[in-house]
């Protein structure tokens, strides 16, 4: 087993088993959408024009409301028809980058059916000791429709519509670790990664904000019950091996991990022959 | 201007203008050769194969020191008549990527006219004062073949056959700008970022590793004079504010920046729209 196996996990599209989904007039993909929803798809002729090279959503749905709009009615008849793996009841805003305006907003469980880009949060929680830096490790709750059972970050989530990402990830940090607000606002963003993965819930198309949360020794984070199941203090070096070895870390979440090791110096270019392949690891193309 | 445009300074490569060289009986390409070189190559039949379609190395050429003797043959013949830009004297170990034993080594000079990839060591020598981060930035002498007169790190360096790199940072350092073999050694490597571009001095395939060097508030750096012609203290956002609007620093140094100001907090999604394109911009594929 190798690094490269958990990034390779994180790299699975092959754009040949999607069409492209367009907004009219634009040929440039928004996202990307497989065989089997995209003849779904051909049942709603009113919002989406269907071919083999395309799924596009017409030019008369030319605004934000318009198109959230008429997403938003084809993916209730879904979600009534129980073809929405997990309804959340909760928008993602969709663009083509980070930092531009929305171009419409939708139900964050048919995000992955569309393959558009979505962001996330991730926050590492760290604590320096005389021997190292370790990390706070969560156990996701079996019951999670996303990596059940697996290993995860102190805090995580993915991005809603109409918040800041540091919003966000003070009210996640409550919410999953009991956190409390002032501390969780002293995390300081890192950097990003970015994958598109075939997933059992589609096509994970990210980007993955990394924040550094620095906590005092005598800090706990308190497990909700619910999303987390417990939390437990890793030596980063045995975060390292078991993501080298096994596949327990959630898949985006052993990426993160070796951004934080790389960042901190945990892993040298002159001691690890495979730091090239983790660099490129967390960009589309290197793979 | 945008850090953008500092971005698409450092991925200028068109495929399209080169022709792939390749080691025999292996289709993956070692590097990229533009015309006017290859069928100045084309003179050179006992070594190269040059068609339409590639530059290829035989298979008589089958090992480490075969490889690097007729290659060095060929560049010594073309450096008597004055083709190679600026002859070196010193090795590139020429591989398919970091942590993978050298093919064979080539006259550093000659690396851009291959294409081939090349490592090297990027140094950030910081200070914390309590107004934040301060960088140390130097100014490259008038005279260098490569960048003259730009802003550049506290200490840059291609990476030689044969040493590693720490070594060769710890060696630069004390060469470039005075640093004590022991400061040195307390540089940290904090990741790498990979561009190919096209430079006068010909085809930069490179991954640049990034090394943070903090240092005491009372060391200055000594300027050796002939590389570097002075060194001065610049608070971070200073250098982000030059960045952004000249391209003073030296084309990858700028992208180096930006890997530290993100890595330190200094830029923030919420409030940086081109966060994501310059985490792209660490990538080949990102532009």
Chains 1, 2 share one sequence.
């Not at 367009?22 to 779904?40: C, E, K, M, Q, V």
């Not at 049942?43 to 749905?61: G, H, I, K, N, S």
């Not at 991730?122 to 969560?138: E, Q």
Request: net charge negative; with cysteine.
């Amino acid at each position: 087993m190798a690094f490269r196996d958990r990034i390779a996990a994180c790299h699975t599209w092959r754009p040949e088993d999607y069409r492209p989904f367009l907004l009219a007039g634009d040929a440039r993909p928004l996202g990307w959408i497989n065989r089997t929803f995209a003849s779904r798809l051909n049942d709603f002729p009113d919002v989406f024009e269907v071919t083999d090279q395309a799924v596009t959503l017409p030019a008369r749905y030319g605004d934000f409301d318009s198109r959230s709009a008429a997403l938003q009615k084809v993916l209730q008849n879904l979600h009534l028809a129980g073809e929405i793996p997990k309804w959340r009841g909760e928008d993602y805003g969709i663009s083509r980058r980070w930092g531009t305006a929305p171009l419409f907003r939708m139900e964050r469980g048919a995000v992955p059916l569309f393959g558009v880009l979505a962001f996330g949060v991730h926050v590492n929680g760290f604590v320096r000791s005389p021997k190292g830096l370790k990390l706070w490790v969560g156990k996701r709750a079996k019951n999670k429709s996303v990596a059940p059972g697996k290993l995860d970050h102190l805090v995580a989530g993915g991005q809603p519509y109409g918040l800041g990402l540091m919003e966000n990830g003070i009210k996640e940090a409550g919410e999953e670790a009991g956190v409390p607000p002032d501390l969780a606002a002293t995390a300081r963003p890192v950097g990003a990664i970015r994958y598109i993965c075939a997933r059992p819930e589609g096509l994970r198309n990210d980007v993955a904000f990394c924040f550094d949360l620095e906590l005092p020794a005598d800090f706990e984070p308190e497990p909700d019950g619910e999303e987390v199941e417990s939390f437990t203090l890793w030596p980063v070096a045995e975060v390292l091996d078991r993501i080298r070895a096994t596949d327990d870390f959630k898949f985006n979440v052993a990426l993160v991990n070796l951004h934080f090791a790389l960042r901190h110096g945990l892993l040298t270019p002159d001691a690890e022959p495979e730091y090239q392949a983790i660099v490129e690891g967390f960009s589309i193309s290197g793979v």
